[in-house]
């Protein structure tokens, strides 16, 4: 691998780490020697995979509870790290939540549930960590999803939240340019976790990486994603959304 796609951050924070993309991206920054900070709401969980990541990785994994929409927990996060670690050079902003149901259906707490990890937590975070990424230049993977670019029936707080976070991606982006931070989005399409093997029956073990002719991804293509826009090979590349999502998607031309 070249150089530029190497991560030479000395700190990292990944949020909702403790399994699925998160986790796969945290062992990632790890392998290339970085610290890293994981979080997640169940403390003890995050913890044991903390210990799991530095015995196995070449960087410190340090694990901690957070509530990604509550203020106070995610400014504790960012103080630990930089307490633990001196600073925090890239924030991937992985959190995120949903469920299924009818527009109709989906009540007021469920509605504000969704938007605040999957958003809010997104601008807590990167509000939390500003003042350190802004030290010396540093970079933000938002991770959003397609649904937050073509919509998604039955999840429409799910995709309106995505939604905004890819547009709060390219506005932040050209605000912090001038603070030598780049801030980039990932929006990957189906991805073999074992959420979706509960909901579609499709098993990481079936997916076929040298095969261009699919739309479901493993989470390590999406860590690739993850690892190129934090690294300096993407040091042209900020505000930009990159979608992951395999074989395009088009509809039969009717004929005339």
Same mark, same amino acid.
């Given at each position: 691998?070249h150089?530029?796609?190497?991560?030479?951050?000395?700190?990292?924070?990944?949020?909702?780490?403790s399994?699925?993309? @998160?986790?796969?991206?945290?062992?990632?920054?790890?392998?290339? @020697?970085?610290?890293?900070?994981?979080?997640?709401?169940?403390?003890?969980?995050?913890?044991?995979?903390?210990?799991?990541?530095?015995?196995?990785?070449?960087?410190?994994?340090?694990?901690?509870?957070?509530?990604?929409?509550?203020?106070?927990?995610?400014? /504790?996060? #960012?103080?630990?790290? #930089?307490?633990?670690?001196?600073?925090?050079?890239? +924030?991937?902003?992985?959190?995120?939540?949903?469920?299924?149901?009818?527009?109709e259906?989906?009540?007021?707490?469920?509605?504000?549930?969704?938007?605040?990890?999957?958003?809010?937590?997104? #601008?807590?975070?990167?509000?939390?960590a500003?003042?350190?990424?802004?030290?010396?230049?540093?970079?933000?993977?938002? #991770?959003?999803?397609?649904?937050?670019?073509?919509?998604?029936?039955?999840?429409?707080?799910?995709?309106?939240?995505?939604?905004?976070?890819?547009?709060?991606?390219?506005?932040?982006? /050209?605000?912090?340019?001038?603070?030598?931070?780049?801030?980039?989005?990932?929006?990957?399409?189906?991805?073999?976790?074992?959420? +979706?093997?509960?909901q579609?029956?499709?098993?990481?073990?079936?997916?076929?990486?040298?095969?261009?002719?699919?739309?479901? @991804?493993?989470?390590?293509?999406?860590?690739?994603?993850?690892?190129?826009?934090a690294?300096?090979?993407?040091?042209?590349?900020?505000g930009?959304?990159?979608?992951?999502?395999?074989?395009?998607?088009?509809?039969?031309?009717?004929?005339?």
């Amino acid at each position: 691998m070249h150089d530029q796609y190497g991560l030479d951050a000395g700190a990292a924070i990944v949020t909702g780490a403790s399994r699925g993309i @998160g986790r796969t991206v945290a062992e990632r920054v790890a392998d290339e @020697g970085v610290d890293v900070t994981i979080c997640s709401r169940d403390g003890e969980e995050i913890r044991e995979v903390a210990a799991t990541i530095t015995s196995e990785y070449g960087g410190e994994c340090y694990g901690i509870e957070c509530d990604v929409r509550d203020t106070d927990s995610v400014a /504790a996060m #960012v103080e630990a790290t #930089v307490e633990r670690f001196g600073g925090v050079d890239l +924030l991937v902003n992985n959190a995120g939540a949903s469920f299924m149901a009818n527009f109709e259906d989906v009540s007021e707490n469920g509605w504000d549930s969704v938007v605040g990890v999957n958003l809010d937590g997104t #601008v807590n975070c990167t509000r939390a960590a500003s003042e350190h990424l802004k030290d010396g230049g540093g970079a933000v993977v938002n #991770v959003a999803s397609v649904a937050g670019q073509q919509g998604a029936p039955y999840m429409s707080h799910y995709a309106a939240a995505k939604a905004a976070v890819i547009n709060l991606t390219t506005s932040l982006a /050209a605000e912090w340019a001038g603070d030598d931070v780049r801030i980039n989005c990932v929006a990957p399409g189906y991805v073999a976790t074992p959420g +979706l093997e509960s909901q579609m029956g499709i098993s990481a073990d079936a997916i076929d990486r040298g095969a261009v002719d699919r739309t479901v @991804g493993i989470e390590a293509e999406i860590a690739d994603v993850v690892q190129f826009l934090a690294s300096d090979a993407a040091s042209f590349l900020t505000g930009e959304t990159i979608a992951p999502k395999g074989r395009p998607q088009i509809e039969d031309t009717p004929e005339t």
